[in-house]
Structures are given as C-alpha cells and as structure tokens.
C-alpha cells in the first residue's frame, strides 16, 4: 500500500506567514512529514533563518531573524515519498519590514509595526 505524502504546520496557524520589523526574530515555526515522506527539501527561505529536521519525529523547524528587509515566501517539498506517490509542497511567507518614523521630537527613534509612538505638542512660544 503506497501512503500519500503530507506536510502539516504544527505549531500556531499564525506562524505560517509572519510580518516581522528588521532585526526581529520570526516566531519558531514547525511542520511535521506524515504519510510515506522521507525528508524534503525548502526553496526560498531568507537569509538569516535556518531550518533543521528531527529524523526520529519528522517535524521540520524553522527560526532565525531574517537580515533584509523584503517579502519572502518560502516552499517545503516532500521526498523519499513511496513511488508512484507524487511529492507535496506548502508555501509560507516572512515579510520583514523596515524601521521607520520619529516617537517625538526630544527622543527621536525608531518605531515598528508593533510600537505606539508618542506624540509631542511644543505649542506657541511667546509672542
């Protein structure tokens, strides 16, 4: 009996495809080989994440903080797959955004997607 391949994410549905500002890590994300899969290869993955398997559990993970400011969007394909079982892919993305703006005019600094920035009113000076 041959066993189709599968590839599923097992850690949060929200670690698939993650935004992230530059210089931040992404959350650890993991998928898991089931059926007749082997091993598999990933095509894509930015620099500054890295991926390793766990041969005994099958479960690929992935982490790292991504070095450039960019969209990528990376493929996992099964292999070792019992034949004529064709191969399965999933596609996930990191969007890494820059740094930008101002917090105030005393302390200027960078904000990112997940800071509140402080506003500064310096009003009217005499007259």
């Not at 005994?56 to 019992?82: E, F, L, R």
Request: charged share 5%.
């Amino acid at each position: 009996m041959n066993v189709t391949p599968v590839i599923s994410l097992t850690s949060a549905t929200a670690t698939q495809n993650q935004t992230v500002d530059e210089g931040n890590a992404i959350t650890t994300t993991t998928y898991a080989l089931g059926g007749s899969a082997t091993s598999y290869t990933i095509s894509g993955l930015p620099a500054g994440l890295n991926h390793s398997f766990n041969t005994s559990t099958k479960v690929i993970t992935i982490s790292g903080t991504p070095t450039t400011v960019g969209s990528y969007t990376y493929t996992i394909t099964t292999t070792g797959q019992a034949a004529p079982c064709a191969a399965v892919s999933i596609s996930s993305t990191v969007k890494v955004e820059l740094k930008t703006g101002v917090c105030n005019a005393f302390n200027p600094g960078v904000i990112g997607i997940n800071e509140a920035c402080t506003t500064f009113n310096a009003g009217t000076i005499g007259q």
